[in-house]
């Protein structure tokens, strides 16, 4: 079946569904100002800001500088070498015919090539790709050409080709289970190459590499060049970002401001790169100090996934880490699930977090959307239905959020009270211009009025502002979570993509206009009720029919229970006090008219 994916997290839509928040505000502030009329009127580093095509910025107020206008024209150092040292050749090493090597587990079953002791294939046991196989997580169409996991990147283009195609001894053949070591070796021609793998039970392998050039230390890192397997639309490939864990901050970078072949040099406690839910991260025995090369390609992917008839260019990530001739740390590929990322340990020397839990980006809300995801996961271990887990939810957020819903309505109700009493003080100062000095004591005058009648101005505004971080961090919590990837619920095969049959966006927008309807607007003219009656519910199902189906189910459980609260409310004698004063205002109008 195919599967609809959202584009709400496409390069520049955070910003733009911010945008939408914020014009909603203004909105919201707009008819306030209707209801009482005239009432009281990534630093980046030094190479990064050479770079025109913006690299990441390094967040250390005084950054290392960037070795790449050093390190990549002579990527070797030069060392003085004795003469006895010189006349000690290593002795060659190298297979005679190409060979593979097998890593298994219950979690991941890895496939090496001695050529270039690099990986064919990553496959997640307990993840599957779109047509339900096991998902692999080499990209194989861009590693075919931009190089696969585990190869080793250098300056010098002619030596990463004979490090990649060479063929290592390796010290295991076959099938072998994890935990178990593994160790490439090469030599030829003064070139000394060792590559040590060591696999336990979890995502993170230990790796070890050595280049050595006559003894000397080579630029040479290993690399995840070539993005994941589970791209496989160019929406897919927009998802890819590059990241790290920087001198106490985490940064989430897309591919726009990533440059290929770019140097950073710092102390990274993590760094590498994902996708949308998977990800590679090298993790350094020592942080300091640490090359990083940002690897970005261009490729020719599926508009949609599955549809190899219609291509477009997109743009696929990758990342080289380590140091000169030796190089330390560890390697996490795996799931981006908070509970997996929370389990891997990670050595800082700023106090910044201690595991990889920053690599699950939650945006600008991280405070709210983190604890309503550890919140909505202990949910789920007794509803064990992620869409049921949702409704639970939202249907305990919206009751505790009703207060603020009275507390609107009755702000609204005290702002019409005065109005009278704010007409005859607009009249009396009416004669002043606006430059007039004798006009502020008109603004002293109904600040008076405010303090003595118990009202704040912008009171109606702020319980409908208090409520948009929570969707705003249901928005950024619901497509970054992996747990949502392929949860069914109902009709739903995924709650993280599109309803397919935009069910839910129908019941949002229907539920929003009969919300509307039924909410009174005492202070607002009627024709611009009517005017936002409509266009309000409608601008909103042309924002919302694309996104995911969790938000979706989100929202509209959200608008019918406040439904059923608004027509509770509006049976009070403070619902039927706001009924009867709109009522009265849209009699005064139709008989102007």
């Known amino acids: ?10 390069p520049g839509m955070e910003q733009k569904f911010l945008l939408v928040f914020l014009l909603m505000a203004i909105v919201i502030f707009a008819a306030q100002y209707f209801m009482k009329k005239n009432a009281a009127p990534l630093q980046q580093s030094n190479s990064a800001k050479q770079n025109q095509q913006t690299q990441p910025a390094q967040p250390a107020p005084a950054p290392p500088p960037s070795p790449a206008q050093a390190a990549a024209p002579q990527p070797q150092p030069k060392q003085k070498k004795s003469s006895k040292s010189a006349k000690q050749e290593p002795v060659s090493q190298q297979a005679q015919s190409e060979s593979q090597t097998v890593i ?22 307990k993840y599957s790709d779109d047509s339900g196989k096991p998902l692999d997580l080499v990209n194989q169409p861009a590693s075919a050409k931009y190089g696969y996991p585990l190869s080793m990147w250098s300056y ?14 390796a010290s295991e053949t076959g099938t072998n289970a ?50 994941f397997g589970d791209e496989n639309s160019t929406y897919a490939y927009g998802q890819g970002q590059f990241e790290y864990q920087f001198n106490g901050s985490t940064e989430h970078l ?45 490729i020719d992917a599926p508009t949609t996934a599955g549809n190899n008839n219609s291509t477009k260019p997109a743009d696929v990530l990758g990342a080289a880490v380590g140091e000169p001739g030796e190089t330390n740390q560890r390697l996490f590929v795996g799931p981006k699930s908070l509970a997996v990322l929370e389990s891997v340990s990670v050595s800082t020397i700023s106090g910044a977090d ?67 009493m704010m007409k005859s003080i607009q009249e009396k100062y009416k004669k002043y211009s ?5 006009k502020q004591e008109m603004q002293k005058e109904i600040g008076e009025l405010y303090k003595r009648e118990g009202v704040n101005p912008i009171g109606g505004c702020l319980p409908m502002l208090v409520q948009i971080p929570f969707l705003w961090a249901y928005y950024r919590m619901l497509p970054a979570v992996i747990d949502l990837r392929q949860a069914h619920w109902l009709w739903i095969n995924d709650l993280s993509a599109r309803d397919p049959y935009l069910v839910l966006p129908a019941i949002m927008v229907i539920s929003m206009f009969v919300m509307q309807k039924m909410t009174p607007q005492a202070g607002m003219d009627p024709a611009q009720q009517r005017m936002m009656n409509i266009m309000m519910p409608a601008f909103m199902g042309f924002l919302f029919y694309n996104l995911s189906a969790g938000l979706n189910l989100y929202y509209a459980e959200s608008n019918l229970i406040r439904i059923g609260q608004q027509w509770v409310i509006n049976r009070t004698a403070l619902g039927r006090e706001m ?14 008219t």
């Open 254 to 298: 897309a591919y726009k401001k990533i440059s290929n072949g770019n140097t950073l040099r710092g102390n990274y406690d993590w760094v590498g790169v994902s996708s949308q839910y998977f990800g590679a991260l090298f993790i350094p025995d020592n942080p300091q100090n640490r090359y990083v090369v940002t690897l970005r390609n261009s």
């Open 434 to 438: 606006m430059r007039d000095p004798r």
């Open 104 to 125: 298994e587990d219950d979690l991941y079953r890895i496939t090496f090539t001695n050529r270039g002791a690099q990986v064919k294939s990553w496959i997640l046991k």
């Open 178 to 227: 994890a935990p178990t070591k593994l160790v490439f070796e090469y030599s030829a021609d003064g070139l000394v190459v060792r590559k040590s793998l060591e696999f336990d039970h979890s995502y993170v392998v230990r790796l070890q590499t050595s280049v050595l050039q006559n003894g000397s230390p080579v630029y040479a890192f290993p690399a995840w060049p070539s993005g």
């Open 156 to 169: 010098d283009e002619s030596l990463r080709n004979r490090l990649n195609s060479a063929l290592y001894v």
């Open 1 to 10: 079946m195919p599967e609809y994916k959202s584009p709400q997290s496409e």
């Open 579 to 592: 009924r009867e004063i709109a009522a009265k205002r849209a009699r005064k109008k139709d008989k102007k």
């Open 354 to 420: 201690k595991d990889l839990r920053s690599a699950l980006n939650f945006g600008y809300f991280s405070l709210i959307a983190r604890p309503l995801f550890i919140w909505l996961r202990w949910t789920n271990k007794y509803v064990h239905n992620w869409g049921w887990s949702i409704v639970l939810q939202t249907l305990i957020i919206t009751l505790a959020l009703l207060p603020l819903s009275i507390s609107q309505m009755k702000s609204a109700l005290k702002m019409q009270r005065v109005q009278p």
